[in-house]
């Protein structure tokens, strides 16, 4: 089986800071546009929030959350990798980052980033049961997505998914 194909990775310098004044009513109208699942009006005035502050992380961060519902996924990578660069220790923003790279067809970086992310939140559920996912399904690593299953159960014994984790684990001793 060939290897996973990888994420070519921006690594970006963190942006300089600009006009939060100017930024925050095109912020808010892309918020409000969000809401109201208008999702390209909502892309159009993050974007434009961040030509007024290039550093503001909200708007990358929900830039990234509506192009990755629009499956716009090269947008929604770029607009987390700016958002991680600003607030490294986002655990959203690094779960959502790790999710468009999961969609995009990138598990290992997704399996990396949720690394990283539990690295710093190791009680992050989310992140272990998504990891656990990717290790199964896309990385045939069963035995490191059995340690991450059991971490869920152990977090959180009445998880919605612990019927379907508990039989899995029986099939993968």
């Not at 070519?8 to 310098?13: D, F, H, S, T």
């Not at 109201?36 to 990234?64: C, Q, W």
């Not at 998880?159 to 099939?171: D, E, N, R, T, V």
Request: net charge neutral; glycine share 4%.
């Amino acid at each position: 089986k060939p290897a996973p194909r990888r994420h070519r990775y921006l690594m970006p310098a963190p942006p300089a800071a600009g006009n939060r004044a100017e930024a925050q009513p095109f912020f808010e109208e892309g918020m409000a546009a969000h809401q109201k699942r208008k999702l390209t009006e909502a892309i159009v005035a993050y974007r434009s929030a961040l030509r007024h502050d290039p550093a503001f992380f909200e708007s990358y961060y929900n830039l990234g959350l509506a192009a990755m519902e629009t499956g716009d996924l090269a947008q929604s990578l770029v607009a987390y990798e700016y958002a991680l660069v600003i607030d490294p220790d986002s655990a959203d923003a690094r779960f959502n980052f790790a999710l468009a790279l999961q969609k995009a067809r990138f598990p290992r970086d997704a399996a990396d980033e949720l690394e990283r992310l539990l690295a710093g939140h190791p009680d992050e559920a989310r992140a272990h049961l998504t990891l656990a996912n990717v290790c199964a399904r896309e990385l045939a690593e069963p035995q490191r997505a059995r340690e991450h299953y059991l971490r869920v159960l152990q977090l959180n014994p009445k998880h919605p998914q612990a019927a379907a984790i508990g039989y899995w684990l029986m099939g993968n001793p």
